[in-house]
């Protein structure tokens, strides 16, 4: 009797803030088995945010044993392992690879009279000029600089600084390196693809340069499973396990978005919006990031941290409530039929979707931006509102992706705005270009997925893995009469962003 021959896949790990996932995905990119576990987050005094290395070791190794037990029936075999996270924060490792202390998230926010220090001496400038990227407070650079000003007797220990991703794949395979999206990020050099030695200098790190991990592409195969790992987890020994990618560009690849001038978007929480490049962009000046993508090809990154969803999840939270008990889990088609009803522009209503509380990092900088509504009239009713807000979200994606002067072919969007086809209707409309829908929701995974079958043979470049990997269910196309009729909206909505901007810090002021 013959049996069936196993059908092999990928193992992706996806370390996020604040919850591990694992995945299978098949060579179609299918997710054919997924657990996940939820990650504690450490806050030992203000501002500081940190999480336990053992405990995602602990929580992967778990998550592992669980997985295989999903999966049995399926009769899979796992061909390779690659592994994403979130991307910055630090690990430090002794020169016995033990880790010291705990891992610094990338939000964690210790080094914030740091950045202030080189936003006031010209520092931060220069930084951008020369890395296309603003420095986030959680970044690898001001934590080394923290630690050198607050606590050398802890840095001076460290071998090795690296990410959670490129921690956990040591975990599995002793192996230490990081790829090129992560050292671009750190800040580092873009057009090396490599970490910057004139950064490390104008910060006056340049002597710890050593704790920096060698950089690999993200397809390079950085070593094998160990027998020690195996014995724990059931997984066979000596599987390859590539080196993986952070969790923002892994995102934008598992859309499929790999040419130039594709765009992609995450309408969650946040509100992030990436568009290939030919080569590192310095525009939008002093804001966004640069990241090195894949052949050779840049990513700019600029992201909305206004958010997403998050602006009208509160706007229906707080002004639907009789409606969100009547239809349940069908509010939201009730809320698409709603807007349906109002016509382009809201009734003279106008939102900027600023309601995250950490301002606005892209396409301009204003830590102190909030939302608000304008042009509000005795006529306007609460769907004129609602309307309001999926347009500011639509104006705020046009304005991130406009200003990189790259054509925009289309944008690729997930995240729970994604299944709005009201909400993607009016993306498409104001920003012109076809919006599509990624069949498979886990995105993240994907991506890293496809580096895995690409280092492995699994496919012979990137191209042909996204052409098998990853499949558009929806298209949604624009309406260019409303796209012109947008466009003088659009003149509005970003003249009323610049005028806001000296309120904004006053409110800051005295909020103190």
């Known amino acids: 009797m013959s ?9 992706c790990v996806d370390r996020g803030t604040s919850e591990l996932k694992i995945l299978l995905i098949d060579s179609k990119g299918k ?20 999480t336990d290395t053992e405990e995602t070791y602990a929580l992967f190794i778990d998550a592992v044993g669980e997985l295989l037990t999903v999966a049995k029936p399926l009769n899979l075999e796992i061909v390779c392992i690659s592994i994403t996270s979130y991307m910055s924060g630090t690990i430090m490792l002794d020169n016995d690879g033990n880790v010291i202390g705990n891992a610094v998230l990338w939000n964690d926010s210790r ?41 050398p007797d802890v840095l001076n220990k460290a071998r090795y600084i690296f990410s ?39 910060f006056d790190v340049y002597e710890y340069k050593h704790v920096l991990p060698p950089v690999k592409e993200p397809e390079d195969i950085a ?3 160990s027998e020690e790992v195996a014995k724990l987890t059931g997984l066979k020994s000596g599987i390859p396990v590539v080196v993986g990618i952070g969790d923002m560009p892994s995102g934008i690849l598992g859309t499929g978005v790999l040419e130039t001038g594709h765009g992609a978007s995450s309408l ?18 002093n804001a966004g990031m640069t990241c090195s993508y894949f052949e050779n090809r840049s990513l700019r990154l600029v992201n909305n941290s206004g958010g997403a969803a998050i602006n009208y999840r509160w706007f229906i939270d707080n002004f639907y409530k009789e409606e969100k008990n009547l239809y349940g889990e069908k509010i939201y088609d009730f809320v698409d039929e709603e807007i ?166 006053l409110r800051s002021d005295i909020l103190k």
């Open 268 to 285: 969650g929480t946040t509100f992030l919006n990436g568009l290939v490049i030919d080569k590192p962009q310095p525009e939008p000046y």
């Open 111 to 151: 080094t914030q009279t740091l950045a202030n220090e080189w936003a006031e001496n010209g520092l931060l400038e220069k930084s951008f000029k020369l890395s296309g990227s603003q420095i986030l407070t959680g970044w690898p650079l001001p934590l080394i600089a923290w630690w050198k000003q607050n606590r």
């Open 3 to 11: 049996t069936m021959a196993s059908e092999n896949c990928i193992m």
């Open 164 to 202: 959670m991703k490129d921690y956990l794949r040591y975990r599995l395979t002793g192996t230490i390196m990081t790829d090129v999206t992560e050292a671009a990020l750190t800040p580092g050099d873009p057009y090396a693809r490599s970490f910057s030695d004139d950064i490390l200098k104008l």
């Open 340 to 505: 349906a009803r109002v016509p382009v522009g809201a009734n003279g209503v106008m939102y900027h979707p600023y309601i995250n509380s950490c301002g606005v990092t892209a396409p301009f900088l204003s830590l102190g931006a909030r939302a608000q509504f304008t042009g509000v009239g005795l006529h306007n009713t609460k769907a004129d509102f609602l309307r309001a807000i999926y347009e500011g979200l639509g104006f705020a994606m046009y304005d991130c992706f406009s200003s990189v002067p790259t054509d925009i072919v289309d944008i690729t969007v997930t995240g729970g705005g994604s299944r709005s086809p009201a909400l993607c209707t009016i993306l498409a409309d104001i920003c012109g270009c076809p919006i599509l829908l990624p069949d498979e929701v886990e995105a993240t995974a994907i991506g890293t997925g496809i580096c895995g079958a690409v280092g492995v043979g699994m496919y012979g470049s990137y191209a042909e893995a996204v052409k098998n990997m990853v499949r558009i269910s929806k298209e949604y196309k624009p309406n260019l009469d409303n796209t012109e009729k947008y466009r003088e909206y659009f003149k509005l909505y970003r003249q009323i962003r610049n005028d806001m901007q000296p309120s904004w810090l």
């Open 31 to 50: 997710c054919r088995a997924k657990v996940r576990r939820a990650c504690t987050i450490i806050s030992p005094t203000v501002d500081w945010l940190e």
């Open 223 to 225: 070593g094998y499973l």
